[in-house]
């Protein structure tokens, strides 16, 4: 058997869980190699003190107050997550109440608002078409000049 093997298996070997094939295995590798016999004895340190070692049992109402205490959690977070709920519908509120707010100012600015882009439709045009016309005045001027 390889440590590989023997170290995989050496806690079953504790628990008493192998064959007796195996178990012999074991035994005649731990008398070879030193590594395993280390890790064999670590193991049985280990085993023999929690052996010696008390058993503590939880009290018979173990259960019943952790599935209590479990239960007020669950009411606490519930509490919690419904106050998000409704923290995030206030903000919707708010919202809707706000964007209805701005449409109704635009009321009146619906009557303005053609204005403004006529204005600005003529101001373009003009930026535009005012060079034009007086380079075409221009033009004029120099065509009287020729022809006098």
Known sequence: MECKEVLAKIDLFFEERLTDKETSKIKEHL???QRCR???NEMSTLFNILADHQIVLPPCDFTDIVLNELE???RKMFKL???VYKLGLS???AGVLIISLN???LDNMLYEFPQYISKGCLEVN???VNPFARFSGG???IKGYWSE
């Open 126 to 128: 003009q930026k535009i």
């Open 103 to 105: 449409f109704l100012s």
């Open 139 to 141: 033009l004029d001027y």
């Open 81 to 83: 997550s419904s106050s």
């Open 91 to 93: 903000f919707i509120a």
């Open 72 to 74: 007020g959690n669950e």
């Open 31 to 33: 008398k070879v190699c």
């Open 38 to 40: 280390i890790e064999y």
